[in-house]
């Protein structure tokens, strides 16, 4: 007796390979727009070279210090009032580095 054999289907499931994991938001101090660590008039320095350079920051998120979405004289404004005159704290993440509380299209990488 011959047995004959089906031919087994080929059939490539792509759908169901694991994606690329997503890179983790980058962590970050609102306000400290040089990445030392610390907010302070370094900071204010370093917000007016990037407005020079018409450049974002490495961490455009840090500079956002109302947490706009955007940056602009307002952020320079309220960093500035904020070590000089008791003005309001950047808005969160100020006191300890964590990711934006509310994502938008700056980024922040990571400064090295
Ligand atoms: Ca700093
Ligand atoms: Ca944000």
Redesign the pocket.
Known sequence: MVRRLLPLPVILVVSGLPAEPAPEPARFIR??????????Q??VF?MIRFFQSRRLPPCADAADIDDSGTIGIPDLINIVAFLYWRGQPPAPPSRTAAVDPTPDDLGCQPLE
């Not at 306000?31 to 907010?39: A, L, P, Y």
Request: without cysteine; hydrophobic residues 30%.
């Open positions: 306000g400290d727009v040089n990445g030392d660590g610390i907010v302070s370094a900071d370093s």
